[in-house]
């Protein structure tokens, strides 16, 4: 008897090592996630990370930081109020000083001033605006679309002296308007377009900037996307019109805006002499040159060539940021 209760203490506690281990086991399991590894692992990074910033930004550093970014938004905001306050100041309020930011009288006067002025002009406002528009869209789609069909062969395709052309076009960046502005110069009195509004045109038409960015995005495409359109049946023109310009359409668009607000300020006045073909930007800048009398005309001239710029960021400013968000990424 006393040998069997041996063997039945030794069987009990064999069994009570198993059940012991049985309960670890269904706890375990009750731990383990049923979801994908990949999210799994995903979570525990974010969570990871929440920790980290909790543990190295502290309120006051929050508090800092956010006071440090609305004094930088203030300041940056500023000139744009100044510029519309002081379109509707009178004369009074234009000179007193230490100025006030925020219009206290509000008048149209200043617009009333310019409208008389534009109307004693001897060329109509009309046909100023009229070689502003035509000088700005042409030259803002013959950039973009030739500095398009420029990149998409550097970037896709490797051409011999690939790498020189780029790094020529990447050191022309380097020189600035008034460096080329002479060259220009002879060159366009050489063939005979001075007093032409292609002498404002070609020089923006031939640019580097658009190169340069296009290029840039366009390298971040994917080349099985081009391949895979080339087994189809595609062919060169039908690859970059229909698959590479819709995917780097943040680039385009963001190069439309900075051309367009170039070419809309500029006044043309080292190549046009003719008033009839004038731009709106030198117009109006002459009506303002009158003295002080025409202080408040000037404010209302900075608000009018101000508002299209600002108006045609507004409404593209979204694909404008994604290009700078995703100017340094590659896939």
Known sequence: MAEARKKLTAAEKAQLKEDKKALRNAKRAKRIDSRPFAEISTIKVHRRSKKRKRINRSVGGDLVLFFFLCLAGILSALPLVLVINNAFKPLDELFKFPPNIIVRNPT?????????????????????????????????VGHVVIASMCAYPLAKYKIPGGTIIFTIIVYSLMFPGAVTSIPNYIIFNWIGLIDNPLALILPMIGSSLGLFLMKQFMSQVPTSYIESAKLDGAGDFKIFWTIVMPLVKPAWITLIIL???????????????????????????????????????????????????????????????????TSGLKD
């Open 259 to 325: 051309v367009f607000q170039s070419l809309w300020n500029t006044q043309g006045a080292m190549y046009i002499y003719r008033e009839d073909f004038k731009m709106v930007s030198y117009a109006l800048s002459q009506i303002a040159t009158a003295g002080a009398a025409r202080s408040g005309t000037l404010a209302a001239v900075s608000l009018i060539m101000i508002t299209v710029p600002i108006t045609m960021f507004i409404i593209s400013q979204s694909s404008m940021l994604e290009t700078m968000a």
């Open 108 to 140: 149209l006067d200043n617009f009333t001033d310019l409208s008389v002025a534009l109307a004693n002009s001897t060329v109509p406002f009309a046909r100023y605006l009229f070689n502003t528009v035509m000088v700005t869209i042409l030259g803002t």
